[in-house]
């Protein structure tokens, strides 16, 4: 079974007709006829049922779709790699998120248009990991906190925790509020992976304010339609507020505590790991957010 083989096969599973599937290939359609019966030859069993040229999988061949699916998003991926650690086009780049944050968003999308050949792959669910492999990212947006220490990184920025709140709710009229006024408030929670919760509310469980726990998810959005809904109150950083401030729904007010804020730090690969795109990543996203590049003792 050739590379061309595979590919010709899922075209034309996944559009069902041979002249489609063909066009889609840039190949003539007796071309990706005669490969299919080949292929179909050489493993000795039909994997398609037939109807002119609409062609639909039968049992086999859904079988073997699934499973060259696998092997092509492998290969993609390692060629990837393989383009990255060349500096080529058509090179990827990982980026792990603690959270959706707009800035750091802003900075990967003046990255992009300046590197409009290469991808960045996000991951934004680092927090759900029991462990992380900084080996596994070029970039990491992190908090300041606990086992993300370890990865030495360089400080970003220190941002207060807002409180999202239903506007209907009597709290919302308020310019502010202390922390004694959660006292025994239903909570929207955001689960954090292994990690447990989030800050803020650790910070609560220590001033004994008797949270209680109305609804817990770890999806930033949906955390935002339950706190809109008024399912109950939630806690918002202010790089993730963007979304709760469009919303008409909600309002945000200040907690007027210092206490609650969080650091959050980038974290890039060592030197020698960088490949020249990871190197590029690196310097631009040092040089956006105005930050003195790290010491050999310095980086992760």
């Not at 359609?29 to 179909?40: F, G, K, T």
């Not at 955390?223 to 507020?241: I, N, S, Y």
Request: neutral net charge; charged residues 25%; proline residues 6%.
């Amino acid at each position: 079974m050739t590379l061309d083989q595979m590919r010709y096969f899922v075209a034309a599973a996944q559009l069902q007709n041979l002249s489609k599937a063909a066009e889609a290939l840039h190949i003539s359609q007796p071309s990706l006829s005669r490969s299919i019966a080949r292929l179909e030859a050489e493993l000795g069993t039909p994997l398609f049922f037939r109807q002119g040229r609409r062609v639909v999988l039968n049992e086999p061949g859904s079988r073997l779709l699934s499973s060259i699916q696998v092997v092509l998003r492998e290969l993609d991926g390692a060629l990837s790699q393989l383009h990255t650690y060349a500096g080529e086009e058509g090179a990827r780049l990982s980026v792990g998120l603690c959270d959706p944050d707009e800035p750091v968003s802003a900075c990967l999308a003046a990255f992009s248009a300046a590197h409009p050949h290469t991808t960045l792959d996000l991951d934004c669910s680092i927090e759900a990991k029991e462990t992380l492999d900084i080996n596994q990212y070029d970039m990491l947006l992190c908090p300041d906190t606990g086992e993300y220490q370890r990865f030495r990184g360089i400080l970003l920025r220190e941002e207060r925790y807002l409180l999202a709140i239903a506007a209907a709710h009597p709290l919302a009229e308020r310019a502010g509020v202390l922390p004694k006024d959660l006292a025994g408030q239903p909570f929207v929670l955001l689960r954090r992976g292994q990690m447990g919760m989030a800050d803020p509310y650790d910070l609560c469980a220590g001033l004994n304010l008797g949270l209680r726990a109305a609804c817990v998810t770890d999806d930033r959005e949906q955390h935002r339609q339950l706190v809109a809904a008024g399912v109950g109150l939630g806690f918002v950083p202010e790089g993730c507020a963007g979304p709760y401030r469009a919303d008409p729904a909600l309002r945000l007010l200040p907690i007027r505590w210092d206490k609650f804020r969080r650091r959050l730090m980038l974290c890039f690969k060592r030197e020698k790991r960088l490949s020249p795109v990871g190197h590029a990543l690196r310097a631009f996203v040092l040089d956006y957010f105005h930050l003195k590049a790290p010491g050999p003792s310095g980086t992760i």
